[in-house]
């Protein structure tokens, strides 16, 4: 049995999981399956990945000047829609936040640009559009959240940006990769290590602003283990990078609390000497790539493996 609902006039069509009834397809873009537009609006643009990292916009931290953020995992859908005409901000942002509401969603987060600046106080164009691909926010009008969702059927969540022109709707299904598909092997490390004199450890999470390490890290903490192992001889620095954002002295010392965590554990652990690990950070001082957008922020934020 298929379970839909209305909102009467100009309703938002969420939630809908498959049943006897069908709705025809578009032929270039259609829908998310989990949130359909706002009733009258069009799509402009598609994008989805069917795994890939997410940065999700949690805030402004306006004391240490940095985005809030954190990093998601899964299928990654990312719609913006044209709103109908004659259709406030408000009037399509309270059709969806009424539509979560009733389906027992959890609103995570929630701003509003039109309020003293909620989401940002910076300048918006050159922020949220270019680091998240949010458009509908605009210096000084747009509502945005977040909400969670988690039943049986699905573990996601959904970002909703509704401004003047247009609405953003980003879909995060949370979902394991599939593996196999590339072999990852000491072989490789060591190859690095030979040619470069360091590795970047990868497949090692933190929270946004945290220095404890995921659950999620132990694969990796393993492999990285192994090497060390292999090269029971050899001594190395344990390096923590961090993106442009936020205050230099306080990245330093983040870049530095990881890769002691990192340190700490491969010691404590995988029972690696001591005295064949150091630990240092240097912040944002040696970028990898642009911190203008998501993907070079995330390729900044890392922990390399340096020979000594």
Known sequence: MK?????????????????TQSFPAKKTHTDHPLI????????HSKKSKEFDEYELFRGYDKQQKSYITETLEGKITQILYVNPA???????????????DQQGTDITF??????NRQCMDQYVGASLRSTFN?????????RYLIANLDNAKYSAVLVIGVGDKYSDVHVIEKRAMETDKVSFNLDSMNSDLEKKGFVV??????DTNKTALKASSKDALEIISALLKQKSEVSFLVVGHTDSQGEL??????????????KSTLQKDFRIKPSRLS???????????SNKEAIGMAQNRRVVLVQR
């Open 36 to 43: 359909a537009a706002y009733q009258g609006s069009t799509i």
């Open 249 to 262: 002295g306080y990245n330093m010392d983040l870049s530095k609390g990881r890769a002691a965590v990192v």
């Open 201 to 206: 450890l990868q497949g090692l999470y933190f």
């Open 279 to 289: 630990a240092h950070g240097v912040g944002p001082l040696s970028p990898v790539a």
């Open 110 to 115: 929630e701003c509003n640009q039109g309020k």
């Open 134 to 142: 949010i458009h509908s926010i605009y210096n000084k009008s747009g």
């Open 86 to 100: 004659q259709r406030s901000t408000l009037e399509i942002y309270r059709n969806y936040r009424q539509a979560l």
């Open 3 to 19: 379970l839909f609902f209305n909102i009467e006039v100009m309703s938002v069509f969420l939630l809908c999981f498959y049943s």
